[in-house]
């Protein structure tokens, strides 16, 4: 990997992707890269084998103009995108169409909608330090890809209960606290799945005719820093005001994250129409991985993220916490979440 995007990189040594042999992932946006520089990228012949290449529009740019050729074409697993000027936030928009190497847009296109008719997801990455969820969101995309009928037949989900009563329907008896009745509980938490059928298998791809998604644009978001999108005195990153302004000007939004990337898609769930988060942490004072922050600064980004779900739930936002049979779901508890809204997967 080689992650170098937000620096002031002009020029890189010539070949040095093809005495990087094992290179596949190479991220350079937010540099002002010259035309040669990026001519002599595109031109090795290892830039055709990453499986990550991303660039910025205005690196494309002055590379056509060095080459006097405006239309001339980028390699096709390179993701082109916008990059925001946000500071140590990796911030790139694109359109999902333009993740796929094979560059066919989605059958019902959507390419010549206005922004006002048009849905972005915002992905925040996790603490990794690299964009997440674009492999998935290309499959979206796709022609040949998922419909969206196929796609309402693929989401299974057993009638929503309460756990008492599940409780009563396994044991047949109440629940009651204490270290003896604890098995009992995890059993019933596994119950359901044990005693489910093997679905049959199905492939991502639909053979029927229904619609295909339009196409859609992606927001991909990267807290480089590792402090859960969140502002501090040193470093102000005000995730909410640039991101409002963004999602104003879409008819849908979706957020999507990860673990820090989960935190930070609730801390600003009130902006989004729909909110999917995995495994997030949702307490920084008791979370066991969190920035490093102060104990006050903890709590306060907790509180924050707290009422900002309780806006985001109050302006209807649809929020889906999913979280599987490990120490997450501790922290699912811990957030005033309508019935229905935690999907709790099993580890298989």
């Known amino acids: 990997w080689l992650y170098v995007y937000n620096n002031k990189i002009q020029e890189l040594p010539k070949g040095l992707l093809s005495s990087c042999h094992r290179l596949d992932r190479l991220l350079i946006e937010a540099n002002p890269l010259t035309g040669e520089a990026m001519e002599n990228i595109f031109s090795d012949g290892q830039a055709h084998r990453l499986r990550v290449f991303g660039v910025d529009e205005e690196q494309v740019q002055r590379w056509r103009c060095s080459q006097d050729s405006p239309d001339a074409e980028v390699p096709r697993n390179c993701i082109v995108g916008r990059m925001f000027p946000w500071g140590r936030l990796y911030a790139k928009l694109m359109r999902a169409s333009e993740l796929s190497q094979s560059k066919i847009p989605a059958a019902t296109n959507g390419q010549s909608l206005p922004k006002s008719e048009r849905m972005l997801v915002v992905a925040f990455s996790a603490s990794q330090g690299e964009p997440e969820w674009l492999g998935i969101l290309a499959k979206l995309a796709r022609r040949d890809g998922v419909s969206v009928a196929g796609a309402r037949r693929r989401i299974r989900r057993t009638p929503e209960r309460m756990f008492g009563d599940l409780y009563r329907s396994v044991h047949g008896l109440e629940v009651e606290s204490g270290s003896t009745e604890r098995a009992k509980a995890v059993a019933t938490l596994w119950y359901e799945y044990c005693n489910a059928g093997v679905p049959a298998k199905e492939t991502f791809f639909d053979d029927d005719d229904s619609p295909h998604l339009q196409d859609f644009d992606i927001l991909s978001l990267c807290d480089t820093g590792a402090q859960w999108y969140v502002d501090t005195p040193s470093n102000p990153l005000e995730v909410e005001t640039k991101l409002r302004e963004v999602v104003a000007e879409y008819r ?89 809204a935690v999907i709790i997967h099993p580890i298989a």
């Open 252 to 340: 849908s939004v979706l957020f999507l994250g990860v673990s820090m990337g989960g935190f930070g898609a609730l801390s600003h769930a009130h902006l989004a129409d729909t909110v999917a988060v995995f495994g997030p942490q949702t307490d920084l004072t008791r979370s066991h991985l969190r920035p490093g922050f102060l104990p006050d600064d903890l709590a306060a980004a907790t509180l924050k993220l707290k009422e900002n779900v309780h806006k985001a739930l109050a302006r209807g936002t649809r929020i889906e916490y999913h979280v599987a049979m490990e120490d997450h779901i501790l922290y699912a508890k811990w957030l005033p979440l309508p019935l229905g």
